[in-house]
């Protein structure tokens, strides 16, 4: 199999990147995460990326060529998949258009519902039955691009923000690998 290039951006924990660090060294997972890209240089993420020996890149989002900059290396990489994993910037709609369709996030709750932040304290205050997380394609607007894949759990009447917090990253560690396997090998 012929695995494809991607990059994987993250601003903070990098939960998301290790899990997907895992699933790509299994030999039959379609893609190689051959960069990791950061706009906050003190992001704990970036150890997954020093751990496994992936390059990374730690972009000043002040800097208006800071995009240009990401166009070089991609090019340099040959990416071919960008995975946000926690990527707290927006992405100019220059930017999603030139990669277009092959720009994917995860967010955690059951999109179309509960978009942007905040999400748990949102379903907590709705009394929602059941959450989740979603994997969608990304588009120039906010966590509205095609839904590739979701995992749902069920919400008990013990559960609070962190419970919740720590539920829907149990499944997002899954959910994000298995679209990755929908998107390339089905
Ligand atoms: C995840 O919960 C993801 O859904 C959201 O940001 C969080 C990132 O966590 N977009 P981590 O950095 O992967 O640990």
Redesign the pocket.
Same mark, same amino acid.
Request: with cysteine; net charge negative.
């Given at each position: 199999m012929v695995k494809k290039n991607c990059c994987v951006f993250?601003s +903070? %924990? !990098?939960?998301?990147?290790k899990a997907l660090i895992h699933s790509s060294r299994n030999y039959n997972f379609p893609i190689n995460i051959k960069l990791v890209i950061s706009n906050r240089r003190n992001s704990t !993420?970036l150890m997954y990326a020093k751990k496994y020996s992936i390059p990374y890149t730690v972009l000043d989002t002040k800097n208006n060529l800071h995009e240009k900059r990401i166009f070089n290396e991609f090019k340099e990489k040959k990416i071919d998949l960008i995975c946000l994993? +926690?990527y707290m910037k927006i992405l100019s709609k220059n930017f999603i258009n030139n990669f277009n369709g092959n720009i994917i996030n995860?967010?955690?709750s059951l999109l179309p519902k509960y978009k942007g932040t905040n999400t748990f304290k949102r379903i907590m205050k709705n009394q929602e039955k059941i959450t989740g997380?979603t994997v969608h394609f990304v588009n120039d607007k906010l966590d509205s691009g095609k839904v590739i894949l979701n995992k749902t759990f069920e919400i008990n009447s013990k559960d609070n923000e962190i419970s919740l917090k720590r539920k %829907?990253?149990v499944c997002?560690y899954q959910a994000y690998s298995r679209a990755i396997v929908k998107l390339y090998m089905y």
């Open positions: 993250i +903070g %924990t !990098g939960t998301n990147l !993420g994993a +926690g995860i967010h955690p997380c %829907t990253q997002e």
